[in-house]
């Protein structure tokens, strides 16, 4: 079954950029089938989606982080990526990738990956 | 912006119904699912479309959405089912989550 797996760095230091890799086992990215998501959230908080990017490479942003995000995809390693700029304390977060299913579940994150948790901190 | 009205807690004698809203504009024109997240794990999907279960999810879990209101229904709750709820819609383009539900299962 598709599995998918964060990885990068624990720790960033503020006005630094955050980048973030998630690995998509099990299927291929470039299927079509599906959009492939990134969605953080804070310690104690609720879910903020931050963007999702297609295999061909068109991307959407949550507005509200829109001037800081870059999300791109890698379809030779099966791997999609987030790069958040300009990184302040208010960025700690646990930072999920997601798959989102556009056709038969409208848009449900139907699988997640485990979560990395990613500090902003000197 | 569109927004996701959650109450903050819900409890729930063992065994009994337990109802969670998702209130928002006219929800019931959108498309609203609903995630399970336990402590320390990654949400899982468990009504999409209103009121449909992925594969793996107990009947138990049910869904509906008209007006201004979605409601996730969980009977016969168990003590597994205790976890934060949340409820996601698209708008624009955009994902929208609601704040979260904590149901608790006394």
């Known amino acids: 079954q598709v599995q998918l797996q964060e990885s990068g760095p624990g720790l960033v230091k503020p006005s630094q950029t955050l980048s973030l890799t998630c690995t998509v086992s099990?299927?291929?990215?470039?299927?079509?089938?599906?959009?492939w998501s990134w969605i953080r959230q804070p310690p104690g908080k609720g879910l903020e989606w931050i963007g999702y990017?297609?295999?061909?490479?068109?991307?959407y942003y949550n507005p509200s982080l829109k001037s800081r995000v870059t999300i791109s995809v890698d379809t030779s390693k099966n791997q999609f990526s987030l790069k958040l700029s300009s990184v302040t304390a208010a960025d700690t977060a646990v930072y999920y990738c997601?798959?989102?299913?556009?056709?038969?579940?409208?848009?449900?994150?139907?699988?997640w990956g485990q979560g990395t948790m990613v500090t902003v901190s000197s | 912006s569109y927004e996701l009205t959650q109450p903050l807690s819900v409890s729930v004698a063992l065994g009994q119904t337990a109802r969670i809203t998702c209130g928002g504009n006219?929800?019931?024109?959108?498309?609203v699912h609903w995630y399970q997240q336990k402590p320390g794990q990654a949400p899982v999907l468990v009504i999409y479309?209103?009121?449909n279960r992925p594969s793996g999810i107990p009947e138990r879990f049910s869904g509906s959405n008209s007006g201004n209101t979605a409601t996730l229904t969980i009977s016969r709750a168990q003590a597994g089912d205790e976890a934060d709820y949340y409820c996601?819609?698209?708008?624009?383009?955009?994902?929208?989550f609601g704040g979260g539900t904590k149901l608790t299962v006394l």
């Open positions: 006219n929800i019931g024109s959108k498309n």
């Open positions: 997601a798959r989102v299913v556009p056709a038969a579940m409208v848009g449900a994150f139907d699988i």
């Open positions: 479309r209103d009121s």
């Open positions: 099990g299927g291929s990215i470039s299927s079509g089938d599906y959009y």
């Open positions: 990017i297609y295999y061909s490479g068109s991307t």
């Open positions: 996601q819609v698209w708008d624009s383009s955009t994902a929208v």
